[in-house]
C-alpha cells in the first residue's frame, strides 16, 4: 500500500499580513481625521476660525490633544484639510454645468449648483463663504499653492475663476448686454446673486415673517431673473429659457428646509 503523503498546508505570504495591517492602519487613520474635522467644523461654525484652539478641537473629537498633531501639523493645516475636502464637493456638484457648451446656460446650471450646494451643506458653506479666514490665512494659501504641500489651497479663487471665464466668454461672444463689458463688476454681481439667495435661506430661512417655502425655486428664479436682466438687448440673443425641472414645495427643495441639518446636525465631512 502506497505510503499516504502528508497534506499540504496552505503557505501563507509574508507580505500578505502587513498589507492589510497597513490598510487598516490607513482606514483607521482616515477615520481619525475625519472625525477631527467634523468636530473642528462645528467649532469654527460656532466660534469662528481664531477663537478655536487645538485643544478644544481635541474634546469636541474626544482625542488626546496630543493625538490631533498625528494627523494634523496644526490648526492652519487642519482648516486647509477641512476646505480642501469642502471644495472638492462643491467643485464635484457643478461638474455637470462645466460640460454645457452655450456660456450663458453654463452660467445657469453653474448657480443651480452653487445655491444646491449651499443648501444641502450649509455648514461647509458658512466657512467655504460666510465665515472670515484666519488672520493671515490669504498670505499663507498663496504662498503654499505655490509648492506641492497644498495644490488645493486656493480652490475658492478656481471657483470663481470657473465663473470669470464663463461671464468672460458670454462677453466676447456678445451674450450680453451692450453695457455689461467690465469683467470683473459682472463676474462679481453674478457670484452675488447666488451668494445673496443662498446665505439669506442660511442665515434667515426660519423666520417665519419670510415664508422660506420652497427656498430652491426662488434660487432658480432669482438667476433666470438675473441672467434675463444681462442678456437683454445683447447681440447675440439666448434662446428663451423654460425654467428648467420645476421644483415643487415639499419635494426636493422642502427637503432643504425640513432635513436633518435645519434641525441643527451637522452633515458627514
Known sequence: MPARSAPTRPTISAKAAPSDAAARRQKDNAAAAARIIAAARRLFVKHGFDSVSMRQIASAAKYTPGALYVHFQDKRDLIFAMLKQDFEAFDAGMADAFNIADPVERLRLMGRGYVRFALEHPHHYKLMFMTEPPEDFAAQSERLSQGSNCPHANSDREGYNACRM?????????????????????????????????????????????????????????????????TRGARVPTPSHDGGPRVQVGGDAEQHRSGPERQGSHPPP
Open 166 to 230: 464663463t461671464v468672460a466668454e458670454c462677453i466676447q461672444q456678445g451674450r450680453f448686454a451692450p453695457g455689461l463689458t467690465d469683467l470683473e463688476k459682472v463676474t462679481q454681481a453674478t457670484w452675488g446673486c447666488v451668494h445673496g439667495v443662498a446665505s439669506l435661506f442660511i442665515t434667515h430661512g426660519q423666520m417665519p415673517w419670510a415664508r422660506f417655502t420652497d427656498p430652491l425655486g426662488a434660487a432658480f428664479t432669482a438667476i433666470d431673473i438675473h441672467l434675463a436682466g444681462q
